[in-house]
């Protein structure tokens, strides 16, 4: 595709419940990285993919987030047991190659709330 | 461990003119890199320029450009002749690689807004 892309765009669950957010990467780019932005804060790192594994996942802040990439291409981050404090503006970035000097192209989010 | 600090939550210039957003960051490494990110209502981040540490001359994209200062690990970006469409919330990052991780570690931004 033309850019990194983002389902759904807005979502809002209760809490408690589950939910599963998708990012499309940009077409060949190997690499792919999940963010959380909370309100007022810059992006905070959760997980990043090289081809199919999950090379660092050190920033999921607990088991209830999951984050998969079977393909090497489509990704989806699950959320279990959803709480109010896991609202926020997910991000996912891709980038061409595993290299931190290449752009990381971004895309425009999902912001998720939790009630 | 590397962090980036950006100590001004707003700034506000006007339209034609000059501005300055600060960035300082920490980090062990000699050789790295450091970017300017910027942030639209649209949430989508868009690299805006970036700095590769053992390059003396200081980047420049149009009209963006950066005072690197690698001894007081300082990294700010100037905005010249501001436009209305640079409004935006602007983030400084560094980008942590090595082993098995590749990621950005940003600041908490700083909300630019440009009077008419």
């Known amino acids: 595709g033309a850019g990194v892309s983002q389902t759904p765009s807005n979502k809002v669950t209760e809490k408690g419940k589950y939910v599963e957010l998708r990012c499309d990467p940009i077409s060949g780019h190997t690499a792919l990285y999940w963010y959380r932005q909370s309100l007022g804060q810059g992006p905070e790192f959760l997980i990043y993919?090289?081809?199919?594994?999950?090379?660092?996942d050190s920033g999921l802040p607990n088991d209830r987030f999951f984050a998969v990439r079977p393909e090497g291409s489509v990704s989806t981050l699950k959320i279990q047991r959803t709480e109010r404090g896991d609202s926020a503006v997910y991000l996912c970035?891709?980038?061409?190659?595993?290299?931190?000097?290449?752009?990381?192209?971004f895309g425009q989010g999902t912001r998720l709330t939790v009630v | 461990a590397q962090t980036v600090t950006q100590s001004q939550p707003e700034m506000s210039v006007q339209e034609a003119e000059t501005v300055t957003l600060s960035c300082t960051y920490d980090?062990?490494?000699?050789?790295?890199?450091l970017f300017w990110y910027k942030q639209p209502p649209s949430r989508q981040m868009i690299l805006v320029i970036r700095?590769?540490?053992?390059?003396?001359q200081n980047a420049t994209e149009n009209r963006f450009s950066v005072n690197f200062q690698k001894a007081a690990k300082s990294f700010s970006l100037k905005i010249s002749d501001s436009q209305l469409g640079d409004a935006a919330m602007y983030f400084c990052a560094y980008p942590y690689y090595g082993g098995a991780t590749n990621k950005l570690i940003f600041g908490t931004g700083t909300l630019l807004a440009v009077q008419p």
């Open positions: 993919f090289q081809g199919t594994g999950a090379a660092d």
């Open positions: 970035a891709s980038s061409l190659a595993p290299d931190g000097r290449l752009e990381a192209f």
């Open positions: 700095q590769e540490a053992y390059k003396q």
């Open positions: 980090t062990s490494e000699s050789d790295y890199y």
